[in-house]
């Protein structure tokens, strides 16, 4: 701390133990800590005493409907306000950072990420701040939709731009995890800055941390420069981890200490890179599983999933399939007036079909029927053979006992993957083409999933 006064730290909690250990700690790392055992005490030691910084718990009386938070955001808009909670939910999370907190941390916390977390609260507070974008019809240009569905997930969206909080997007393939981080990116304070995307099924596993932190000349065979890696290209705005499940793990460690510290070394250096980045994970994988497994860090879980956003697959939205195909017949033709519409049987068949692979099953259903179309309508026989024939796919087999969600988002999965590599007769590059992947991405779903390209060969 130099000789430089002590930051003084309010801390809000209402266990009793807690709030000891915790001053007591930050007390040891120079910190002038005072302790409110309720939202009530702390509102009155921020109305008779100064501050720079709060620690507040969210369940305790005085809080309970965020009392604290809003009236201390109101009085003292200036003060970072760190939100510690055994507690969390989606709905006090995005309340949270609607008024502006600065950090949503999960207890129990370490102690270096909290220090870390009131770091960088203090760095940032005297930083100029740039207003997010207001939203409108125009924020969610790639995200197509009006069910009930949507309208809540637009109005998450809305929120949850407002914070520079990590969010987590989960949901099943093809469901537009990225359109959302891209929205997400576009309503928030960094829209001026990059919206780097670093898909973590594409990059070998032996070049991954050259590509996401950089390298020096020589650090290794075929470093014939220098190069900056993909985080600092995420500098000032968002860094978009696509299938953050699939992460080696010899680099969750390295990717937690990068969220916590902001800083990285670069491969075959010694110096520090500081970044200034907000980071949004998506993953159809059922991450608590992963956990659980010993596959993901809990940690870094921890870190990633402080705003969980659950996309709704497209069996669930409705007439949003309709709404869908029209604007793809639209975007897939180009203005040309060759097609004029879908006809109405043809309708029917596309809100009949289950969707396993969601939205980008359906762009792929649409494109396929424009190319078959022998008028200018599109008629049922111009549609995939499993949407022609709805019996194929929508019959309703019990559940076993003990079956999770992730098992059965796994099965469609799987079963989609199977129908691509049966209509391409197990041509691997066109079925990651029609599926929207990587030849690696897929090869990836195919281990995951027990499938032999070869047995579709004929």
Known sequence: MGDSPAKRILIADDEPLYLRTTAALLRKQGYDCVCAPNGNAALDALSSEHFDLVLSDLNMPGNLKLELLKQG????????????????SLPTAIESVRLGITDYLLKPVKLDDLLSSIRRALAHNNREKPQPAKPDSSSYPEIIGESPAMQELFEIIARVAETDTNVLVTGESGTGKEAVARAIHRLSRRTEGPFQIIDCTAVPETLFESILFGHARGAFTGAVKEQDGLLSQADNGTAFFDEIGELPATLQSKLLRVIQEQTFIPVGKTAEVTVDTRFVCATNRDLELEVNAGRFRRDLYYRLAVLHIELPPLSARGDDVVLLAKHFLHLLEGGSVRIHGISDEAINLLRQHKWPGNIRELRNAIERAIAMARNDVIQPGDLP??????SSDQTTLPVPSGTTHANILGGAEREYIASLLERNQGNVAQSAREAGLSRQGLHKLLKRHGLDANLYRE
């Open 73 to 88: 955001r109101s009085q003292w808009p200036d003060l970072p306000l760190i939100v510690i909670t055994g507690a969390p």
């Open 385 to 390: 053979p499993q949407v022609q024939n709805p």
